[in-house]
């Protein structure tokens, strides 16, 4: 009687025209939102890292490369299943990376399918460019030029990026071999947290002010990173980045102090009781401006306006690292904020008196495997009306 048992594929690799085929292997990176994979030519390849992907899962998969590209080759995609629109929100995300990565700020994308689906909705996925996660073994001195390069460079695209963490930083693998001069680039393209910024409104005299939006766009950045990264750094002490505080410290300064001169004619950087230029007014925001994805970074508990928590913040962290006191030039032009009016607070209550000193949080930022994570904002959401 003739044998009704189905042969088993058991090919190990398929070459194709321009290359050999490949297909999503181990499990190499998780962020809030996303799963990283590695690549193998081998389609029956083993795993034991969940989530185990099948032969079949694989086939559906595959992205024809050059085998010597195939260690510098990862696949990314969402960690759940999604409905269309959110597929549609993952192609466009990753467009936006292709983009960037044209102009040498992001890695580059290979492939992008948001078609694929399972008997639960839509499981899209990209192939992209590994990109190294180790600013860790840096000191901020080190690389402080190389981000403000990154910074400057998106700025001039006439985008802002706030998502600004050493998870969503990356430095640009060139082809496997470190270089003497690190090309950073970007990862997670959200288009919640990337956006353009016109119709910036960085003053409200009426006059121009005396500095480009771009360059006030690149210092918002930068300042947003370093804020976020001194409290994510915290007790951490295996991480050389985080070993020197002072420098992160009086940074912020510098950015702060330059936002308080009169002359720049602009709003300043941080303000107790007015307008600031992390607030980007006359910019369509997606969903939250810098200063509310401060307070939601920062974990403050809503007690004022975003622009003062923030303040407040900054000021009591830059006293305590730098065990000296900031002065801050307040703008007369700026305490005309039209919601300062209608908002009716005790005056009694000094915050000096009631605040907590400063602690930094040892909050460990996302592993050095990591692709694309993407921060989830704690209660940024509670913040929105």
């Known amino acids: 009687m003739a044998s009704t048992t189905r042969r088993r594929n058991t090919r190990s690799s398929v070459k194709k025209r321009g290359g050999t085929e490949f297909y999503p292997h181990h499990l190499i990176g998780i962020g809030a939102h996303k799963e990283v994979f590695g690549v193998t030519s081998n389609i029956q390849a083993k795993s034991v890292v969940k989530p185990i992907l099948t032969s079949e899962d694989r086939e559906k998969m595959p992205i024809?490369?050059?085998?010597?590209?195939?260690?510098?080759?990862?696949m990314v995609r969402p960690k759940n299943s999604l409905n269309s629109y959110d597929a549609?929100?993952?192609?466009?995300?990753?467009?936006?990376?292709?983009?960037?990565?044209?102009?040498g700020l992001a890695p580059k994308v290979l492939k992008i399918n948001t078609e694929l689906k399972n008997h639960e909705g839509y499981t899209p996925y990209a192939y992209t460019y590994r990109c190294n996660f180790d600013i860790c073994d840096y000191e901020f001195k080190a690389i402080q030029k190389g981000l403000k390069s990154l910074f400057n460079a998106v700025a001039?695209?006439?985008?802002?990026?706030?998502?600004?963490?050493?998870?969503?930083?990356?430095?640009?693998?060139?082809?496997?071999?470190?270089?003497?001069?690190?090309?950073f680039a970007f990862v997670d393209f959200d288009?919640?947290?990337?956006?353009h910024y016109k119709g910036f409104n960085v003053t409200n005299s009426?006059?121009?002010?005396?500095?480009?939006?771009e360059e006030i766009v690149s210092d918002i950045m930068e300042f947003i990173f370093i804020i976020i990264e001194m409290k994510f750094c915290g007790e951490r002490l295996n991480c050389v980045f985080c070993k020197n505080l002072t420098d992160m410290a009086e940074r912020l300064v510098e950015l702060k102090d330059k936002y308080d001169n009169f002359r720049l004619n602009t709003y300043p950087m941080i303000s107790?009781?007015?307008?600031?230029?992390m607030e980007l007014l006359g910019v369509d925001i997606p969903r939250v401006n810098?200063?509310?994805?401060?307070?939601?970074y920062l974990e403050l508990d809503p007690y004022d306006y975003e622009t003062t928590m923030v303040y407040q913040s900054v000021m009591e962290t830059l006293n305590s690292?730098?065990?000296?006191?900031?002065?801050?030039?307040?703008?007369?032009?700026?305490?005309?904020?039209?919601?300062?009016k209608t908002r009716s607070k005790s005056k009694s209550k000094s915050p000096s008196k009631t605040e907590k000193k400063y602690t930094p949080n040892p909050i460990d930022s996302p592993s050095a495997k990591e692709m694309t994570p993407s921060g989830a904002l704690r209660y940024a959401w509670k913040m929105r009306k």
Do not use: H, W
């Open 64 to 74: 024809i490369i050059d085998e010597s590209d195939s260690k510098n080759v990862v």
């Open 88 to 103: 549609g929100k993952f192609g466009e995300e990753m467009r936006l990376q292709s983009r960037f990565s044209e102009l």
């Open 156 to 183: 001039a695209e006439g985008y802002i990026y706030t998502d600004i963490k050493q998870g969503n930083i990356c430095i640009l693998d060139e082809g496997g071999r470190r270089t003497k001069n690190n090309k």
């Open 191 to 195: 288009q919640d947290y990337v956006y």
């Open 206 to 213: 009426g006059n121009e002010a005396y500095v480009d939006t």
């Open 272 to 277: 107790e009781n007015g307008n600031t230029i």
């Open 290 to 296: 810098p200063a509310e994805f401060l307070v939601a």
């Open 321 to 340: 690292v730098l065990n000296r006191e900031i002065k801050t030039k307040s703008k007369s032009k700026s305490k005309s904020k039209s919601k300062s």
